[in-house]
């Protein structure tokens, strides 16, 4: 009778343990028997107490009978089932939900950005109204690494201008901004700027705004300016935002090929090796959408105010300007005049001093001889303001002693060739001319905080203040938001306490202290 494969199969194992029992390779029973149960997983014949190798114990099963098969029911959780078999499929969906996410890879910056602002969002988009997290994450980049340096501790200490720069750059439209606290920006500044930068270029993306490259075009006056801006974007690489410098220093085919490997979103550079650059088409800057020219008074002094024109007229589009510079030169104004094109700044400042504070604003003091001959004298300013902004509409703050003196220049102020037209309140009128227009608004200085210096580039001071403290927050305020402005003062006998101290003031400034004043004030 023929045998079976089982049969044949024992009869061989049989004759293959007995010829390795005698054999010198012999191996020891336990051997023998770990060999004996691979060749049955191998083959797909197991022993039920092999299962443990395939499955796990559950709580429903915890000694493995069923070997991980689930019985008939067991599909759908009823009430009295464990919260294990819930947490099972909770898991398991966590498991599936992360790898969906995964597959999906950002951009590091997109990432980051995210994790960092998910816990501040509000609704109705609310969350663009301040500093989103992902800003902080930025400046506590640039932070530790220059912490082996400098300690890096200084960055935080200047939130308060950093804070008002963010929302300069973040308004719509964006507004230029004008720093003369110093020479150049300070690393902390530079700190706050590229954040600043980092964190629009991360709202704009999420937001799906495709963001042109180069995003921050940050012009220096020296290579080793540049190096110093390079080393502080450096670490928020690892954020996803590259930074690339370009100097003298370096051949032009070495920076070609780097720009042709990637595309920056910080570009760094001096402007001689810029334009070079864009003669040679190697780079394109006409997209920026911010600009920070370091130094202004720098160029002027290597004389490359051209060049600075030139790479402002390559920018097509109308980017948010950041300007530091140091304000004791009077060819700075003109040139920074030029590049913003005549519109709104905002001034900010670090360094308290009536000097910065009050850089490119043209002070002018007229004598008055008595009160009597005060409404012709500013008749007579005025006239010389509408000359001076002929074929344009100018706009004057006047500032006189109370209410009372506000109503009495109102009423006496009829210009030769001119239309006076009072409005209903009797604080403001307009002077009308085939000269020019002037829009004039009258307060007093109890009521002085309430106007909105921001609508005026000339301020006329009918009636000088008690302290001198004063009329320097009147010089602060002309100055805050126009980029070169005037401040007439009119100034007559009762006002000789004043003399020593506003001339000190004007010798601050840079400002002519007229011959009247400087005996006054010696005497």
Known sequence: MAKGDDALARKRNKVRRKRMRSSENAVSARVAGIIASKRRRKSGKRRACEGMCFSLPTPEDPFNDRHGKKRKGDDEPTGDAPAAAA??????????????????????REAAAAAANAKSREKDGAEYDRPSKFLVVCLNAIRDAAASEDGGGGIHDTGSWGVELWNCCSAAPPTHVLDTSGECATREKTAWLVSTACDIVARKEKLGVVV????????VPSQEKAVQVRSICKPLKSLGIHSVSLHPGASIEHQISGLKSCEPEFLISTPER???LIALKAIDISGVSMLVI???????????????????DAILSNPQITIFSDPSDRRVAALATKLVGGKKITRLCTNDSVTSRSAFITQKIHICPSKDQKAPKVKEILEQILNDHARKTAKVLLVTASDHEAQHLSSSLKLQNCTVTNDSHGN???????????????????????ANFEDFDTVLVADLPPSVDEYIEILAGASCHVLVGEVHCI?????????????????????????????????
């Open 87 to 108: 947490g099972r499929d909770e898991s398991k969906k966590k498991k599936k939900k992360k790898k969906d996410s995964s597959a999906k890879k950002q951009p590091a």
């Open 274 to 276: 810029l334009l070079e």
């Open 491 to 523: 100034f007559s006998s009762a006002d000789a306490l004043l003399a020593k101290p506003l001339s000190e003031v004007l010798t601050s400034c840079g400002q002519v202290v007229p011959e009247f004043l400087r005996k006054l004030a010696s005497s």
């Open 212 to 219: 042109s490259c180069p995003f921050l075009l940050y012009l």
């Open 294 to 312: 370091d130094g202004l008074k720098c160029f002027t002094d290597l004389n490359v105010s051209d060049k600075l024109c030139s790479i402002r």
């Open 428 to 450: 403001s009128f307009t002077i009308c001319s085939s000269v020019g227009l002037i829009n004039v608004l009258v307060k007093d200085w109890e009521n002085i905080t309430t």
